[in-house]
């Protein structure tokens, strides 16, 4: 028996704004400060745009698969990981988009993983980990009151991991993580489909990156000797794969928005569960039932000076710390932290919060060929030198608030 992990994560920025059309009073309204610093014109434009071409008719569609499969001796299971910034904009602008993941989440086959609240490089902060814990708090917290159950498995930002992470989200209770199967831990006999576990003892669920990128990135792309993928030959690799679990992991945005509907991504996506069911071998499930029903057959390690992620083709921090413009703005943030819980009031806090999301740096990246054509076309503000000026400025500017009190 193989069991497929299907699993989409979903995140929304609060992009900020350029800094001349930041407002010039030095002395900002401190119960108005996220107006100073976020594009809330940009947000929404963008959200719309997502939402009707990915959120909706894809979360749609998934809740009515689920439903009909529900019954059956293979019901489809699915893990979704909603970052807490989306779910603000969700709520903001089109909150009738949460009652389709509310119905989800009452049929059962749905889980939702815990993450940070505000997509941030957090669990880098130091070794106690003491905003990160909080921001992982914050989201399980919210997750809860939206969904009704509190999460079990954790995938942090951009599937960042390390030891020293692991051993922290142990420690807060959650009962396995998701991160990418790298090439240089799968070792000798090692597949990524399997169930291993940290150094701490904390099982570890490994993203299978290439079949997970056949369907997030290279359905589409007509040059790729897999094109045309249908839903019947893709479940017959899946079949082909006798180890214990597959993860498929993708960017929700995947469905709809990076690959339009008329790439038949979505006619792909409702003929898969019953192609999957099709092999006797194969069942759907969710992450924690991954965790839960599968017993660990050997132990990684990463260490906290190594730290891996899914992002571009060297699946490090590279993306977000690989150059000086990046390391120097996450550095001013991080020194902020004290002087923000000092000071204890929420607008402050939740703008810094904010202020950490990882997009602020990743727009910033230098990186060449293919790996920076990706982060050019994530980026909403044109150059990465309008990134810096952008988060930079604000970051002075909030530090510049905190110290007036």
């Avoid at 079990?152 to 960042?160: K, L, P, Q």
Wanted: charged share 25%.
């Amino acid at each position: 028996m193989t069991l497929i992990t299907l699993f989409f994560f979903a995140h929304q920025p609060d992009r900020l704004l350029p800094y001349d059309r930041r407002p010039s009073d030095p002395f900002a309204n401190m119960e108005r400060l996220r107006e100073r610093y976020f594009d809330d014109e940009l947000n929404e434009q963008v959200f719309r745009k997502v939402a009707d071409k990915c959120y909706r008719p894809a979360t749609t569609l998934i809740r009515d698969l689920v439903r009909e499969w529900a019954g059956t001796k293979k019901p489809l299971k699915i893990g979704y990981g909603l970052s807490g910034t989306l779910l603000d904009q969700i709520e903001r602008y089109e909150p009738d988009l949460l009652t389709v993941f509310r119905e989800l989440a009452e049929t059962g086959m749905v889980e939702f993983t815990g993450e940070t609240y505000y997509h941030s490089l957090s669990s880098l902060f130091d070794a106690e980990r003491a905003e990160f814990q909080q921001q992982v708090a914050l989201h399980a917290d919210r997750i809860e009151r939206l969904f009704g159950r509190r999460p079990t498995v954790f995938r942090n930002t951009e599937c960042m991991y390390n030891d020293g992470i692991a051993a922290t989200v142990q420690h807060m209770g959650f009962e396995g993580i998701i991160t990418e199967g790298v090439d240089w831990l799968m070792e000798g006999w090692r597949s990524p489909d399997f169930v291993y576990e940290a150094p701490c003892g904390l099982p570890v669920l490994l993203r299978n990156y290439r079949l997970s990128d056949d369907v997030g990135y290279r359905f589409s792309n007509r040059d790729w000797e897999g094109w045309p993928l249908s839903a019947d030959r893709f479940a017959g690799w899946l079949a082909a794969n006798t180890d214990m679990n597959v993860v498929l992991a993708l960017d929700y945005e995947a469905l709809g928005e990076h690959m339009w509907a008329d790439t038949g991504i979505f006619e792909f996506l409702r003929h898969l569960p019953q192609e999957i069911a099709r092999h006797e071998q194969l069942e759907c499930v969710t992450p924690t039932e991954a965790v839960r029903r599968l017993p660990t057959v050997g132990r990684i390690s990463v260490d906290d000076f190594a730290t891996i992620s899914w992002a571009d083709q060297e699946r490090d921090t590279s993306a977000w710390l690989g150059n000086e413009m990046q390391r120097y703005c996450y550095e001013e943030l991080k020194r902020m932290e004290m002087a923000v819980k000092r000071l204890n009031h929420p607008g402050v806090t939740d703008c810094w919060r904010r202020m950490q999301t990882s997009d602020h740096l990743y727009y910033m990246a230098t990186k060449s060929f293919s790996d920076q054509d990706v982060h050019r076309y994530f980026s909403a503000y044109g150059s990465v030198f309008e990134a810096f000026v952008r988060l930079y400025t604000a970051a002075v500017d909030l530090r510049h608030q905190i110290e007036r009190g």
